[in-house]
Every structure is written in C-alpha cells, then in structure tokens.
C-alpha cells in the first residue's frame, strides 16, 4: 500500500473491517452456514476469476469488480447474508488487477464485494425472496415451484442494492485515492451501472431456480456459460470504448500544448455540442459522437505552425490562410479513425456559414452537415464566454443575442434556439482563463457570481479592447486572428 494515498490508505482498512464483520456471523459455532453451498459457488466464483490471471488469456476475460456479478447475484439469492458475503472473497483476492497497487486493489475489490453482496443478499431476505425460489434447498423432501412473478420483485430489489452500494463505494474510493470532488466522482456512475446489475441479477435468479430445482447444482452450472461469455462481451465494449476515449483524450491534450490561448476550449465545445444534441431529441449514439466532433473541432491545428498560432497581433492575409486550412487538417487527421463517423464531417466543416460564406467549400444551408452546424454555434458561444488575456469573456446572455442577431446567416437558427434553452434549462459553467503563449490559469466562473473572473484576474489582462458587437466572437477557433 506504498503508493497509495493516505485518504485510501485509511479508507481501504475501514472497508476491509467493515467486510470481515459481514461475513463473522456465518463462521459462528450454529450459525447453521450451508457450506455445500458456499464452498461450491465460491470455488466457482475463483475458477471464473482466474483465466485473468493466466497469460494464455491476456486481457481478453474480465477483470475487476463487476466481472461476474450474475454469480455473485446467485449466491445473494440463495445464502444468507453473512454466507453470500464469504462467496466474493476467494476470487476477489486471487483476481487480477490492471494497475499497481496490486495489494490495496485486492483488498479494496474483496472487501467492495462482500459488503455489496451482502447488502444485496439482506435485501433480498427481508423481501422474503429466499421462499420465492421453489425447490427444498436440502434435496431432500418434495420440491416447490418457484413463485417466479414475485420471485421477481425481491431480486430486482436485491439488483438495485447492489448497485446502490457498488456506486457509493465506488465513488468514495475516487474521492479518498484520487482526489476527486465528489460531485465527479459520482457523475454519472449509477446511470452507467443501474441496467447492466438489473440484467445480472435476472441472470442471477435464473441460475438460483434451477439450483434450486430437481436437477440440483448441476443443472445451474449450465447457465454458466452463456452468461460468462455475455460478461466477456460487455468487457469487451468497455475496453473498446475506453480505448475511444483515450484516443480522443490524446489528441485534444496535443492540440492544447500547442495552442495554449484556447486550452480547454475544446472540451467545453463539446459540452455545448451535447447540451444542443439534447434539446433537438438526438440518441444516444449520435450524442456521443456530436460530443467527439466538438471536443476535436480544432485537431487540425496541429498542422498549423506554432508561431501562427502563438503570434501576438493582428495576422497576415497569409497566415490567415494557412489557419483556415485548419479544418482540412484535421479532417486528413482523423480519416482513418472508424468509430468518429458523422464526426469526421463536423470537423471538416465547422467553419462553412449558412449563408455560403464560410469556409473550407463554401457550403450553404442545409448543404452543411447537421453534426457541423451544432459544433459551429457551441464553438462560438464557447469562445464568446471565456475569457483570454488578450480579451474579456462576454456575458452569456450578450453571447446569445449575438448568436441570434447572427442565425440565418451565420448560425442555423435551429440550432441556436436548442442552445438557448439549453442554457435556460442547465445554466452554463464559462471558464474564465487567463492565457499566455507559455502559461495558463484556470478559474472556473458559474455565470452571474460575483461579477466573474475577470475582476478575479485584473492585472494579469493584457491592455487591449473588449470584443466589440459583431467583432472576434464570431469566429471562435481562432477568433483572435481575423
């Protein structure tokens, strides 16, 4: 536990007590513990941990808390809660891990799942769900059917508990080891993991009534296999996905290196992107790659000289062109990446302007891809409201009258009017920055507080106008240059 903070270091511990005081009861003299049971979905739970740990299978298998939670579901279906707990601890322990530290991984997955498993297994007795599952559990004696439609209602309850408190826990480790506020560290970690644990625990619950049926254990084991080869698909996703977001994430830390004056900017354009997505009703899967095409509208300026980029003063009819040449750029640079698809045309033509004055081709109305049209208004409103050293950021309600003095020539009005109530609705978090060519300082600014951050930076802004009406604001990417 070297390496680990010293928040975790304690939590860690804590956790691990917290574990071990789960499971005490199951190892009391008469607490009665079906050890056939346990001994048999624990050694089951350790041989589907362990293909992780083999070099034959690399990192194809899922790993980490969460890579077979049906099991696990299983054994809170059909032990008591102390007895379900002990189910998670061998395999957890033996797991591998992706990271170092190796040790305080381990410990924290193991005590993660006993406490998770027996909350679920507690919740699922208090609803009276351990008689909804049919059959004896002795072998002997004659078997019950399975109440299966109210079968259903304390599984999906004990489901809903486990992802209540696998999202809690794992939102308290980000907070204690990584230092992260804790409105983040939660973000959006139930959502994500709510509709995955309800499928295991359906999963669950068909292996414990056929465990639980005539033909006994063996007739659950077959179960087993489809449902491990669905979690090895869905460890597949995430990986896939995680590897998209790297690839994105790496590209916009290079475009902000380069040019420092607008750090940032790229990923708030693709918050502005989704918030206008939202209000025009798109899916899931376009949101998701609107929110590409905003965060890498500027990766074209990597092939822009730096000195252009970082000059001071007014630019040159040259060095203009050769920022123009930006979105091309940019579109040669993600070309070959598949998984941006309609992304890739935002990033060629987030500078075309409805009336066919923009650039690189000179589109017009509706000839402009949709994607272009919504990053076009988000880079705009984004670079409008931050402020830079060379400028003051606007207000967010003067940023809107000029996006709507601009629709139907410059600007799709639909996707202006998205925007505005987007902003009425969720408000928007400006980043008041104060930029060099060489440094940069972040100060978050909530609209309307405290009269900004410019006041907050006086003296750090360099001795030049305010944008006036109409004037840089318009052209974001490089607004400063025109």
């Not at 002990?86 to 006993?114: F, H, K, M």
Request: aromatic share 6%; proline share 8%; charged share 20%.
């Amino acid at each position: 536990m070297g390496a680990t903070r010293g928040a975790a270091r304690a939590y860690i511990p804590t956790a691990a007590v917290g574990a071990l005081l789960c499971v005490l009861p199951a190892l009391g003299t008469g607490a009665g513990t079906p050890w056939a049971t346990v001994g048999l979905l624990t050694g089951l739970y350790l041989v589907c941990e362990l293909p992780g740990r083999c070099p034959f299978f690399g990192s194809s298998v899922p790993i980490g808390a969460g890579s077979f939670f049906p099991l696990l579901l299983a054994a809170a279906f059909l032990l008591p809660p102390a007895a379900a707990a002990l189910v998670a601890i061998p395999g957890s322990l033996v797991g591998r891990v992706e990271a170092p530290p190796a040790t305080a991984r381990r410990v924290w997955r193991t005590a993660q799942l006993a406490v998770t498993v027996w909350a679920a297994s507690s919740v699922h007795g208090l609803l009276g769900g351990t008689a909804t599952l049919g059959g004896t559990g002795t072998g002997t004696g004659p078997d019950r059917l399975p109440d299966l439609p109210y079968a259903l209602l304390p599984a999906c309850a004990a489901a809903l508990a486990f992802s209540l408190v696998l999202t809690a826990l794992d939102g308290s480790i980000l907070v204690a080891a990584e230092r992260l506020p804790v409105r983040r560290a939660w973000s959006g970690l139930l959502s994500r993991s709510l509709g995955p644990h309800l499928v295991h625990g359906l999963a669950g619950l068909m292996m414990a009534v056929l465990w639980r049926g005539p033909y006994g254990p063996l007739s659950a084991l077959i179960v087993l296999l489809p449902m491990y080869i669905s979690c090895w698909v869905f460890a597949q996703y995430h990986r896939e996905h995680a590897a998209h977001r790297a690839t994105i994430r790496a590209l916009v830390q290079a475009v902000d290196i380069k040019d420092t004056y607008t750090r940032g900017h790229s990923e708030r354009v693709g918050q502005a992107s989704v918030l206008i997505a939202r209000e025009l009703g798109m899916d899931q899967g376009r949101l998701e790659l609107l929110r590409f095409a905003g965060i890498l509208h500027d990766v074209g300026k990597l092939g822009v000289p730096t000195r252009v980029l970082r000059k001071d003063g007014p630019l040159t009819p040259q060095e203009r062109r050769v920022i123009e040449l930006h979105p091309e750029y940019g579109h040669e640079i993600v070309r070959g990446i598949g998984f941006l698809g309609e992304a890739r045309a935002a990033i060629l033509h987030h500078h075309e302007r409805l009336d066919g004055s923009g650039y690189p081709y000179g589109l017009s109305g509706r000839e402009i891809p949709e994607f272009a049209r919504v990053v076009a208004v988000a880079d705009a409103f984004d670079a409008m409201t931050s402020t830079r050293s060379y400028r003051r950021g606007r207000p967010v309600p003067a940023a809107l009258e000029e996006l709507k003095r601009c629709a139907g020539t410059q600007f799709d009005p639909q996707m202006v009017r998205a925007l505005v109530r987007a902003v009425d609705r969720h408000g928007w978090s400006a980043a008041t920055v104060v930029v060099t060519a060489d440094e940069a300082f972040w100060r978050p600014r909530r609209e309307g507080a405290a009269g900004g951050g410019a006041e907050a930076v006086r003296g750090l802004v360099r001795p030049q106008p305010p944008d006036g009406p109409g004037t840089p604001g318009l052209q974001p990417s490089a607004d400063r240059r025109r």
